[in-house]
């Protein structure tokens, strides 16, 4: 790429249209007077990966992948980091200057920057974490808190066996724990987290009984929209720090950003609010 191109970046997904990112790097590339672009490209299954090749040609300096596409463009990729193929997914592509593609995954970054902000006290080391859910997106947390030094893991899926796939795959810190039975390990937990699309606008809600949180104890949904989950409000109801998922959306996309246009972006109030809307 010439020095006088300008850079471009986007999102690929499919469908794309609820995609925040825009808005999101849109607002970066303002804030620091950057010259760039991102945009949103919704992309079939079939044409993903004739499009990954044809993009760097394009000009473009990278990508953020969203559903469907994490996992085959991994596949696709021609070297990925560590943490991309622990969780087996990615979420950011950054475009080589010969054209070739690095995977990386930032959710666990994301997920982890988030839950600092939001509970500065929580130690890892304090006690148990409980987490919902066993999709991509519990893949990226479990790494994330295996790596901070969480001393154990409860997790808990409707569908069992997706969980104890997880359990083989990142190991004895991590308890499987029924459905059914997830309302009683949230009395021990130090913090606990939903990784699922339960409570999220038109899904079900999270119906695990929350009367054994203890204050003092830490409560984030990934979910945001609605900002504020049922969830949440019954974690503020009972003396809980809760955090809400945006923040792990803002995170995530720094180090892409910073890969793409040269400059570490900054997650401000101003963000969260041009997000939102």
């Not at 999102?11 to 249209?17: D, T």
């Not at 959710?107 to 919902?132: E, H, K, T």
Request: with cysteine; aromatic share 6%; glycine share 10%.
């Amino acid at each position: 790429m010439s020095g006088k191109q300008i850079p471009l970046a986007g999102v690929i997904g499919h469908p794309i249209s609820h995609s925040k990112s825009p808005i999101l790097h849109g607002h970066w590339l303002k804030t620091y007077g950057l010259a760039g672009h991102y945009i949103p490209m919704d992309v079939a299954p079939d044409d993903l990966e004739a499009v990954l090749r044809t993009l760097p040609k394009a000009g473009f300096v990278g990508a953020n992948i969203t559903v469907p596409h994490k996992e085959v463009a991994l596949d696709l990729a021609d070297t990925a980091s560590d943490r991309a193929r622990q969780i087996g997914a990615a979420n950011t592509l950054v475009f080589q200057p010969d054209g070739s593609i690095h995977a990386d995954n930032t959710d666990g970054y994301g997920f982890m920057q988030n839950l600092r902000s939001g509970a500065p006290d929580w130690i890892p080391a304090d006690g148990p974490a409980v987490v919902f859910g066993a999709g991509g997106a519990a893949r990226a947390v479990l790494q994330a808190l295996v790596d901070a030094g969480v001393p154990e893991i409860l997790l808990t899926n409707r569908t069992r066996s997706r969980a104890d796939r997880l359990k083989e795959e990142f190991g004895t810190t991590i308890t499987v724990v029924d459905w059914l039975k997830a309302g009683n390990v949230v009395e021990d937990a130090e913090l606990v987290v939903n990784t699922s699309s339960l409570g999220m606008h038109g899904q079900p809600e999270l119906r695990v009984p929350l009367d054994g949180l203890q204050p003092g104890a830490v409560v984030t949904d990934l979910v945001y929209a609605p900002l504020k989950t049922r969830l949440l409000e019954t974690a503020e109801q009972a003396g809980c720090t809760p955090v809400d998922g945006l923040g792990m959306l803002l995170h995530q996309a720094v180090p892409g950003f910073e890969s793409w246009f040269g400059v570490r972006p900054e997650v401000t109030s101003d963000l969260r609010a041009a997000v939102l809307g």
